[in-house]
């Protein structure tokens, strides 16, 4: 048998094409593409000889050029602010697998509010797109949709408009937010800081997060104060967090309780707590969101609320399944779940 590398002798290594196959196989690319797609009937003895080829000389058909013909990649994408995050990494586990059921790939995209960016996206010719995104204007989400590429959004935001063709995700993070800052309040405590999402780069966009709208809605339900010195937003690493968190945690009238926007935020206000020697939930309460895995390890038990995951991955891609092969869809929800530890 002969080893790819005989084939090549002093070209260097080259892609194995349809030709190669043919002409190893004895036959003409046009069976070998037969055989490959398994579209139509070749004779026993010439599909053997194909297979053999094929094996011998390790051909892997050019994905890329089959979707040109097919006007179809069976490649998704995938785009949230930060792809490194725990809670991305769970959901994005059970959309891999039940995508891969379906016979599509996944690409892992980080959000950029470019232009260039969304433009160059939009030519990978992905046959759908997913996006978990606070940072992505309204403008340039919806023109994946504006391009004919099925789409569905994660509802983590505030949006002035939607466009009709975008089917929504909503985990509904505002009552969350509700209820966790309504349990901090119902234990007695009256200045609660909120810590925003990082990396907005000094924009206003975190005020159309909707666990910001939960917590300022729930203050102003109960009469509590609102106010500016309360609010640690626009940090661009958990440094900056634990710094701001430091210096409120110092001020003439320091907060009593923390709600975070996810639980890494929540454990970086926990460590600035402990090194002013305040007492978790004594001195100062802590409440994360998402329920990332070390939030029950840390010391005191972070409490936290729970997004179902599973349940929002495998949904997202069923969704985007059906959108694919042009089907009408509705926009679907899910709830959230409070998580009351010992931080509270």
Not at 212 to 238: A, R
């Amino acid at each position: 048998m002969k080893e790819r590398g005989d084939d090549m002798e002093s070209e260097g290594y080259r892609r194995v094409t349809r030709k190669d196959v043919a002409e190893r196989a004895g036959v003409s690319p046009t069976i070998v593409s037969y055989v490959v797609n398994n579209n139509r009937y070749v004779d026993q003895e010439k599909r053997a000889r194909v297979l053999q080829a094929i094996e011998e000389l390790n051909y892997q058909p050019n994905a890329i050029a089959k979707s040109l013909k097919s006007k179809k990649s069976n490649h998704i994408a995938f785009i949230a602010d930060e792809i490194e995050n725990e809670h991305f990494g769970r959901i994005v586990r059970e959309m891999e697998s039940y995508a891969y059921q379906k016979g599509y790939l996944i690409s892992l995209c980080n959000s950029r509010n470019e232009e260039t960016y969304i433009t160059q996206m939009i030519s990978r010719q992905f046959d759908g797109v997913i996006i978990s995104s606070n940072h992505l204007s309204e403008e340039l989400i919806y023109r994946f949709p504006k391009a004919g590429i099925p789409t569905i959004l994660f509802g983590n935001r505030i949006f002035r408009q939607r466009h009709p063709e975008i089917t929504l995700i909503n985990i509904d993070l505002y009552t969350g937010a509700v209820e966790a800052v309504q349990a901090l309040i119902d234990k007695g405590y009256k200045k609660i800081l909120f810590i925003s999402e990082l990396n907005y780069a000094n924009t206003s966009g975190w005020e159309q997060d909707l666990r910001f709208k939960g917590y300022k809605d729930t203050l102003i339900k109960n009469q509590l104060p609102f106010q500016s010195e309360y609010i640690i937003k626009n940090c661009i690493n958990y440094e900056e967090v634990h710094e701001q968190c430091t210096k409120a945690f110092m001020s003439q009238e320091p907060p009593d309780a923390v709600f975070a926007h996810e639980d890494r935020l929540a454990i970086v206000a926990m460590s600035a707590a402990k090194q002013l020697k305040l007492e978790i939930p004594k001195d100062i309460a802590i409440i994360g969101f998402d329920n990332s895995t070390i939030s029950a390890f840390t010391t005191p038990t972070l409490s936290t609320v729970e997004i179902p995951r599973h349940e929002v991955g495998k949904k997202a891609i069923e969704l985007l399944y059906k959108k694919i092969q042009g089907k009408r869809i509705s926009d679907v929800s899910f709830s959230t779940c409070l998580i009351e530890r010992q931080s509270m």
